[in-house]
């Protein structure tokens, strides 16, 4: 199993991002795929789900309604666009996989097993 991200800068307060995350090793149709952010000292957050078998996404609260996330089963990528950045979003963010199979969808990071390698975003006030 691995997950690649990728897509992430520096950008302005305001400004928009798309990540991206390539899963290989698995088939993404029947497991879900959350996405993470770690703030330097502070613990790794989870801020959204996707499943790939009926598509249902979780957001965490802090993301809801300017992050979005999507996936192309058959390429199996998933992606994280954000909106709206704001300073506070600055971190690495993460994907990472869920694979037990068909296991209902959640955003708490002990659930899942297989994590990428992590792209820095960065948002200037």
């Known amino acids: 199993v691995q997950l690649v991200e990728s897509g992430g800068s520096s950008v302005q307060a305001g400004g928009s991002l798309r990540l991206s995350c390539a899963a290989s090793?698995?088939?993404?149709?029947?497991?879900?795929v959350g996405w993470f952010r770690q703030a330097p000292g502070k613990e790794r957050e989870g801020i959204a789900c996707i499943s790939g078998s009926d598509g249902r996404i979780t957001y965490a609260d802090s993301v809801k309604g300017r992050f979005t996330a999507s996936s192309d089963n058959a390429n199996n990528m998933v992606y994280l666009q954000m909106n709206a950045l704001k300073p506070e979003d600055t971190a690495v963010y993460y994907c990472a996989a869920d694979l037990r199979f068909r296991h209902p969808i959640t955003i708490a990071t002990m659930e899942y097993s297989d994590w990428g390698q992590g792209t820095q975003v960065t948002v200037s006030s």
């Open positions: 090793g698995f088939i993404f149709d029947d497991y879900t």
